[in-house]
Nanobody
């Protein structure tokens, strides 16, 4: 069982920064492909950023150049650094994981992921 716990959400003004964390208490994330997703009220869940086992990353066009995904395999933690936040970034943010081979590409498709955290709210005010 993979248990993912997100933290770091909160409220910030437009142009500000927030850092999210996602810790897995059960398994080593070094064996998983990891992703960040978000869902705003009334909208579908969308992929934000993903990272594969060899460190390759993938970002949604809407966050490229502003968000950075990374992971610390020693701390077993996934991170999402969000800079230059906009009001449209307001959403519940979720981390997700799927066991994958070393050659698996980082996916922004939520259907690719098996395990999900409970989410952390990010609110950006303009």
């Amino acid at each position: 069982q993979v248990q993912l716990v997100e933290s770091g959400g909160g409220s910030v003004q437009a142009g500000g920064s927030l850092g999210l964390s996602c810790q897995d208490s059960e398994r080593a994330i070094s064996n998983y492909c990891m992703g960040w997703f978000r869902q705003a009220p009334g909208k579908e869940r969308e992929g934000v950023a993903a990272i594969a086992r060899r460190g390759k990353t993938n970002y949604a066009d809407s966050v490229k150049g502003r968000f950075t995904v990374s992971q610390d395999n020693v701390k077993n933690t996934l991170y999402l650094q969000m800079n230059s936040l906009k009001s449209e970034d307001t959403a519940m943010y979720y981390c997700a994981a799927v066991p994958c081979s070393e050659w698996f590409a980082p996916s922004l498709d939520s259907r690719s992921y098996w395990y999900w955290g409970q989410g952390t709210q990010v609110t950006v005010s303009s």
